[in-house]
């Protein structure tokens, strides 16, 4: 091989260019329209038409929901002084076994709640988020009998004093939430259905038919609600919807269902038996009652949120329009663009 083969040999190593190929050139098909301002201005046009009555929609669903709010938790604890005081007062209450937490609260009901009702709790403050207690919990000790000693994650409530696991382990099932609700009207009992109110993948396949409590809140200090030990844990549904853990520090959890309608204009009697400690960490307590429409519960953020959007883009639409009228430009010729030339052309 003479010197300037040699020399060409070497060079052509070297090179890093890529080998050519339509894939790296990005020469495959594709679509690549041309924003025109007629077709700008069309699909700004369509999205606002789209958009903005969905958007009414959404808010006049949200409009027929009949919700009512009640917070208890400052209501129904008596409280004298200061702030200070009173919280320290409400502490010493709430964690006195021997006081009466029965508290009982006259609603009215605005307008014509039809049935189904749902009746759910509300806590702000309380964040189930935080990394520590959302890790606390045996996800295999739940499904099956046999993984009962597996509580490493569950600390600091994966055993009691001699050793022996606790079932459910860990901080989420320890903090059980527990105050009870009734409704009544004239002295007449309203039954509030808690079937059916957790996740059916949740009682088929995370918690287990055949694991049932062993000993929980058998030893100070006791964090929320006790659990029937006749009972497998599948079947505990109010465990199970707490242990569906929120994301946000302000949440609601289903406790029930009214299967009857509640009339306008009329006192119903809300009995509370209030046992949860919401106190020590500053958090809220409050019953919720509310209905629901194609849209689900009460929420003006979609309807705002699609109406703002529409809005937009029709403000666009008009303002690209007489843009193109008052001063309008020349269109470019598209023969020049990148993918209209041939490959000769383009690799000059």
């Known amino acids: 091989m003479s010197s300037g083969d040699e020399a060409s040999h070497a060079i052509s190593k070297k090179s890093k260019k890529p080998q050519y190929s339509r894939f790296t050139q990005q020469e495959l098909p594709a679509c690549k329209p041309i924003l025109t301002p007629g077709l700008v201005i069309t699909t700004l046009i369509s ?10 929609g959404s808010l006049s669903a949200s409009e027929h929901v009949v919700e009512i709010i009640d917070r208890y938790d400052d209501a129904c604890v008596p409280s004298n002084g200061d702030e200070e005081a009173a919280k320290s007062e409400r502490l010493s209450f709430i964690q006195n076994a021997k006081t009466n937490k029965t508290c009982i609260r006259n609603l009215v009901v605005p307008k014509k709640m039809k049935h189904p009702i749902y009746v759910y709790y509300q806590l702000d403050n309380f964040y189930q988020n935080h990394r520590r207690y959302v890790k606390s919990r045996s996800d295999r000790q739940y499904r099956s009998p046999g993984f009962e000693r597996e509580t490493k994650t569950c600390d600091p409530e994966s055993e009691i004093d001699d050793h022996k696991p606790i079932v459910p382990c860990g901080l989420v099932a320890w903090s059980l939430f527990n105050d009870t609700y009734g409704i009544s009207i004239k002295n007449n009992p ?144 598209p023969a020049y663009l990148s993918w209209n030339l041939n490959s000769a052309e383009r690799l000059k």
């Not at 999205?47 to 009414?56: A, E, K, R, T």
């Not at 809140?217 to 199970?240: A, I, R, T, W």
Request: contains cysteine; aromatic residues 14%.
């Open 47 to 56: 999205i606002g038409i789209i958009f903005v009555p969905i958007g009414l």
């Open 190 to 333: 309203i039954p509030i259905n808690k079937k059916d109110i957790a996740w059916q993948s949740d009682k088929n396949s995370k918690f287990g038919s055949n694991v049932y409590p062993k000993n929980f809140q058998k030893q100070d200090p006791v964090g929320g609600g006790k659990l029937n030990e006749s009972l497998p844990l599948s079947e505990q549904e109010d465990l199970l919807v707490w242990m569906r853990t929120a994301a946000l520090p302000n949440f609601r959890k289903l406790y029930g269902r009214i299967e009857t309608d509640l009339e306008a204009n009329l006192f119903y009697c809300h009995h509370y038996v209030y046992n949860y400690n919401t106190y020590s960490f500053d958090s809220k307590k409050q019953l919720v009652l509310s209905t629901t429409t194609w849209i689900g519960g009460k929420n003006d953020f979609l309807g705002k949120a699609y109406i703002t959007v529409g809005g937009i883009c029709l403000f666009l639409a008009i303002a690209f329009i007489l843009t193109y009228v008052i001063k309008p430009r020349p269109l470019g010729d």
